[in-house]
């Protein structure tokens, strides 16, 4: 009798349309996203060793966007990289805390004892 | 044993006095009997002897009456001589029940810390809205309120005027204020970051609603009115607040049920979810790894709850509220130029609701309206809303694999029923259990925050249509 005195065709019609419109007012929103992430992402400019190459000689065109690294910064980015995609990094120990940690009193980070008073006195 | 003694000693007389107060003392004038009984029925002098005997006797008696009767009306208004003295109105053995529950409820906040920072004020709220005699809550007030034929329809100046301090609490949940001002403390407090970087999650926010639209038809299949049956599937967006602003409006009748099921399943989400999550995976698809999430820049943080908003509350005009609120609060945190007013939306301001809104939802929890089947189904319901939801996401990232070629791991999909961050943090726990070095935490807060603008859409949905 409950079943009978419900208006299935109207609880239907919530149903789908209801979560068929959250589905639709959620993915117009992916589209937007990705637009505006290809809108907002940072453009780093690789030049294309071809036309580096032609340009030698040619006095090099510095723009905001262009990124200058170091044989060094180089090789440290590589070296993560290689230990990250070969899984060889040390073990992290997988804990994700927030604990602050506790400074204990030790005289070598003593205000009190610190050479400034010691100077005032 | 020495304070078993007394509390039995106390028990006793509180008891015993309670009888007494039921029966009410006649008094009787003992002295002029007396006389009677000794020299007969009297003449004229013995009228005037025995009226001047009877008025000094009733003066006397009527001190001692008055006294008597100050203690007895003292201790008719205790709550223990309420519970037993039979009138409904006044009290009954089903507030004592609902003192029981609010006990066990103040018990999982304290010692378990389940959601303690609401479950704790609205087990209070339930504690004094049951108190024989309290007058904090007058759930007959409301019902005027509501009712179109009586003096006090929609006026908020007679619940002023004769309610009590919860009745006045109540106001900002009946006119959707709380909600929308925790929201703003929500919003203050949430990286939507991960979702920017990876816009998928998005899907898998909206899949989780599921529950709600399922719950939706189970709730009008057992005789729930649509409306009731809305309110009773938003338990499925695992989101307090907008559980709340939406049975306020829809079925004002069983939101102290729903905000009880709702906070309580929040709270068990980490007990709910990992089951159906590691029915629905294989363990390969536990132990994907995914992609690193791209940074987001400070200016994509700030156009995107300015962007949310504006679209989303010109589509469906009925979420603006809430989802216009969030993004306040989200916009506040990343402008970084209203840092007082993000640290007040995130601390003081949400601190204070809470209370407000937690005292005032649990006062609604009458003995009346908690104690009887339609709370028992709401709370059967509300599992199954929940473990639908859960289930959705995780149904969903397993279909999205199947399509995409960067693969997802599934154990974020869960996570897309709002309950932010304790479903992300099941998310993450689950994951790390088949592979210890596999980070899903950021990954799932994608899904996650999604969930709760999938839900405030919702939400906004059922009212549109059943509001």
Redesign the interface.
Known sequence: M??LA???G???M??L???G???V??????Y???L??FI???RVKVENPQEVHKSVGAPRKETSESITLTGNATAAIAMALHLYYNGIHD??P?H?TIKKVERKYSPWNSKLYGMNNLHRN | MKQLKYILLSLTLVLSMAVIAQEQPVAENAAVDELIAEEGQPNEAGLEEIGAIAENELAESSAEESVWTEVVDFFKTMGFVRVFDGKSDSGDWRQLVMLLISFFLLYLAIKKQYEPLLLLPIAFGMLLTNLPGAGMFHSELWSAFLDPESPAYHSYGAIMKEGGLLDVLYIGVKAGVYPCLIFIGVGAMTDFGP???N??S??L???A??G???T??CA????FT?AQ??AIGIIGGADGPTSIFLTSRLAPELLGPIAIAAYSYMALVPVIQPPIMRALTTKEERAIKMKQL?SV?K??KI??PI??AT??AL??PDAAPLIGCLMLGNLMKECGVVDRLSKTAQNELMNIVVIFLGLSVGATATGASFLNWQTIMILVMGIVAFACGSAGGVLLAKLMNVFSKEKINPLIGSAGVSAVPMAARVS?QVG?EEN??N?L?MHAMGPNV?GV??SA??AG??LT??G
Do not use: C, D
């Open positions: 409950i079943l419900a208006n299935w109207h609880i239907w919530v149903t349309l209801g979560f419109l959250v589905f007012l959620l993915v117009l929103l992916i937007v996203l990705k505006f992430g907002m992402r940072p073990e992290e997988t994700v | 979702l920017i970087a816009p998928k998005l899907v926010g909206a899949a609603q599921i709600i639209f399922l939706f038809l009008n299949a057992l005789g649509e049956a809305g791209r820049g200016t994509e156009i995107f962007m949310v679209i989303v589509i469906l993450q790390q210890p070095s980070f935490l999604a603008i999938g859409v919702a949905l059922l249509f059943l």
